[in-house]
């Protein structure tokens, strides 16, 4: 069975750029997770997704923050304008059914400079 | 907030020694579930016990509930140098549908 997937693995960025990161969740997994994780934490949900509605993103940062899974299967985190603080592992993960144990990616390692 | 808190933050023991990881949360759950990470990579899930259960087994893990205590436990035995990793328990606060994660114990297990 094929993992998540998740792109970039890492990137670098300068602080007020714009960044995008893609999830491709396990097939007919309909729900959807993103999470952040800074270095020495634990992760911090930041929205999940129930197909293609959102579920919860009370902990989204929305005047920098957005996500959309569109057709109910892949999924893309946007971060406009960057900050400093904004460093962390981005994780996604899905599960067949919520709540219950999620598969995850390897996370995109994101360091704002 | 995190609704689970790891204890203790940091564990170093020998290999072939019991590595033993405590979790306490506060609101109630329908689930509990322990993850792993190791160093740079995303969570494997490990575990999962519900609310109606005290223990359960899978190979070398156990894992105790004891939801009057809203606490749970995880033991490894018999631990190998491989099992160095970040231990995550997380929940389901309040019934919710978000996956709620604790700050995590760092395992080191020396060979």
């Known amino acids: 069975e094929a993992g998540v997937a998740q792109s970039p693995r890492y990137k670098i960025i300068e602080k007020r750029q714009s960044v995008a990161f893609w999830c491709n969740p396990i097939?007919?997994?309909?729900?959807l997770y993103w999470y952040q994780q800074i270095l020495g934490q634990g992760p911090k949900l930041l929205i999940q997704f129930q197909n293609n509605g959102v579920v919860d993103d009370s902990q989204l940062p929305k005047d920098r923050f957005s996500a959309e899974r569109l057709k109910g299967v892949d999924s893309t985190l946007k971060i406009q304008p960057a900050k400093l603080e904004d460093s962390a592992v981005y994780l996604c993960a899905s599960s067949s059914t919520s709540p219950g144990s999620s598969i995850f990616g390897q996370g995109t390692r994101l360091t704002v400079v | 907030s995190q609704q689970g808190e790891e204890d203790p933050q940091a564990l170093s023991i020998q290999e072939g020694e019991n590595a033993t990881m405590n979790c306490s949360y506060k609101t109630s759950i329908n689930n509990l579930q322990w993850y792993r990470q190791n160093s740079g990579r995303g969570l494997v899930h490990l575990i999962l016990i519900r609310s109606n259960e005290r223990e359960k087994h899978s190979g070398r893990l156990r894992v105790t509930l004891d939801t009057s205590k809203k606490s749970s436990s995880l033991l490894i035995t018999a631990s190998r140098a491989a099992d160095t990793a970040s231990y995550f328990c997380a929940t389901h606060p309040g019934g919710s549908n978000m996956l709620t994660f604790g700050g995590g114990t760092r395992l080191m297990v020396k060979p």
């Open positions: 097939s007919g997994h309909a729900t």
